[in-house]
């Protein structure tokens, strides 16, 4: 099945933020989980570079905005290739073919009589790129979100007319799995509900931006353009720039992951725009939640943003990578405190999966001569473990395909606990000394073993760097071709040899400037 998801095209006035790399974690583990369960998948991520917000950065730096443009999408594109993130297209809005997709999408809308002229009088914010509705001060208006002026806009634009989607908007939110997560459903609905308004597409103050054919002095709203950017990315196959191939090459999108604040622009804007433009509109729009830190919005006014280069390099992905997905419910707030990230990933990956995978490793090589120990006794019910292993499988396949990060994670580690417990319960290192019980313990190490194999291929769309050395431990290799038939139960060969146990996961300890 062909499964297409994207992230934000991000605005590459700064470089990346750990807002931007939240969602794409969070689509990269999606996407590794759908090619293992071999759907046929696109997945986009990439920048937004136009705009008079980029201008403004580029001309209080003193370069032009081209040669700003390409030194933040390389920096962008060099963050997401050492956090291993696997996208398969990374999409820039200045590259060429993307100004042809542009023209084609406005002269299709344009020939639906959807681009009307008129007067966009209102008060902008640049930093979010967005006309503001009603500001609370009217004499000299801040912008909720960036506590910056407002700026007073009067001028001659073009108008997409959004007005006349009102009814097949309504039926489109009204759609149960439109908008994920629920909770995020009635805000779009009230907003679609207050009636919808054309919005102004081409501006006349901006030179950084793609140019309106026909309307000289006119460049397009950065938002029309940006959007676009998902289909320039699909259609960049080695073939043409030609939307009639769009249904060809995996659209419509199956999910755009997005955080809260731009849900507006992806479920009501960008689906008219498409109906206008007779191409199919996205199957889901999924709004993610903000993440604050140790209780504080983060901004670079308060000095207190987290940098994702800064923490890749300190902690490595598998820690960041466990600790926003396991620690924080995908969709909803959530708050980075710098202890429990400490405590969650000394707790879950060193001790809970990475101590049970050596303690039971080295046994097994001490008493079953550096291998995988025999799995000898038959039972006819099944093993309490095998049970739990064949649950948490089910749990993580139905909750990843929803975005449940949180649940899939937990599930595994509760996993990894349970044969913790079988260990601690059964007591290898005792029974071993009682004579005649070398089968039983060989059986109860099997299967502890087993469930360990199970927990480390479970990762492997979470975090893949910790799910291949445990692995590696076990002997054992991730075919991503078979990873489902790898699941079952006693793939584990008996007789294989067991390397030397290393740590798989070094301990953080807090140092005095974290
Ligand atoms: N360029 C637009 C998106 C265009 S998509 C066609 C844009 N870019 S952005 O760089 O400003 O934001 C990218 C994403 O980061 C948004 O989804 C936004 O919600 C997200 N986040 C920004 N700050 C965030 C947090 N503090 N926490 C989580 N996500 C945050 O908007």
Same mark, same amino acid.
């Given at each position: ?154 001028e001659e634009n ?21 908008? *994920?997560? $629920?909770? %995020?459903?009635?805000?779009? #609905? ?7 308004? =054309? /919005?102004?597409?081409s501006r006349v103050n901006v030179s950084?931006g793609?140019p309106v054919?026909g309307h000289p002095g006119h460049t ?96 490595? *992905?598998? $820690?960041? %990578?466990?600790?926003?997905? #396991? ?7 959530? =708050? /980075? ?134 692995? =590696? ?42």
């Open positions: 099945m062909s499964y297409t998801l994207t992230t934000p095209l991000y605005y590459v006035n700064d470089k990346p933020h750990l807002g931007s790399a939240y969602t794409t974690l969070a689509c990269d583990a999606l996407a590794r989980f759908k090619r293992l369960t071999q759907d046929d998948v696109v997945f986009i991520t990439g920048v937004d570079e136009h705009g008079q917000k980029i201008q403004r950065t580029a001309e209080q730096n003193n370069i032009t905005p081209i040669d700003h443009c390409d030194k933040i999408s390389a920096r962008y594109q060099d963050l997401w290739s050492r956090w291993n993130i696997s996208e398969d297209r990374f999409v820039r809005t200045t590259n060429p073919r993307h100004l042809q997709l542009v023209e084609q999408f406005y002269e299709r809308v344009k020939a639906s009589g959807d681009i009307v002229t008129g007067r966009q009088t209102g008060w902008y914010c640049v930093g979010c790129e967005e006309y503001k509705d009603d500001p609370d001060d009217a004499v000299d208006p801040l912008c909720p979100i960036h506590q910056k002026n407002l700026e007073w806009r009067d073009l108008f997409f007319r959004l007005s006349r989607y009102q009814s097949e908007i309504e039926t489109l939110i009204a759609q149960d799995d439109f908008i *994920a997560p $629920a909770s %995020r459903r009635q805000e779009v #609905r009230n907003f679609v509900a207050r009636g919808l308004r =054309d /919005f102004s597409i950084w793609l054919p397009f709203y950065v938002w029309f353009d940006a959007l676009l950017g998902y289909l320039t990315a699909l259609l960049d196959d080695g073939g043409s720039v030609d939307l009639d191939r769009l249904e060809h090459c995996g659209w419509p999108a199956s999910v755009h992951v997005i955080g809260k604040d731009i849900l507006r622009f992806h479920a009501v804007f960008w689906p008219a725009m498409l109906l206008s433009a007779g191409l199919p509109v996205p199957k889901s729009v999924f709004g993610h939640g903000f993440l604050t830190r140790e209780g504080q919005k983060m901004g670079k006014s308060l000095g207190n943003v987290l940098d994702p280069e800064l923490l890749l390099e300190r902690y490595g *992905a598998d $820690a960041v %990578r466990w600790y926003l997905l #396991r620690d924080i419910q995908f969709g909803d707030d959530g =708050d /980075f405190q710098q202890q429990r990230f400490y405590d969650l990933v000394n707790n879950d990956l060193a001790n809970t999966i990475g101590n049970l995978l050596n303690r039971t490793t080295s046994m097994a090589r001490k008493w079953f001569d550096d291998s995988v120990p025999p799995n000898v006794i038959e039972i006819e019910t099944k093993y309490p473990l095998e049970l739990i292993a064949q649950a948490t499988i089910e749990t993580v396949c139905r909750c990843m395909p929803e975005l449940g990060f949180k649940a899939a994670s937990e599930a595994i580690l509760q996993l990894a606990i349970a044969a913790n417990g079988h260990l601690n319960d059964t007591a290898p290192w005792s029974r071993m000394k009682q004579p005649g019980q070398e089968h039983v313990v060989a059986n109860d190490l099997y299967i502890v073993l087993e469930s360990t194999r199970i927990v480390g291929l479970l990762l492997a769309p979470l975090l893949p760097d910790l799910s291949a050395r445990i692995l =590696d431990q076990l002997n054992c290799r991730l075919d991503p071709e078979h990873w489902l038939d790898q699941l079952r139960w006693g793939g584990l060969t008996s007789g294989a040899e067991l390397p030397k146990p290393v740590p798989v996961m070094q301990r953080l300890e807090l140092d005095e400037d974290s």
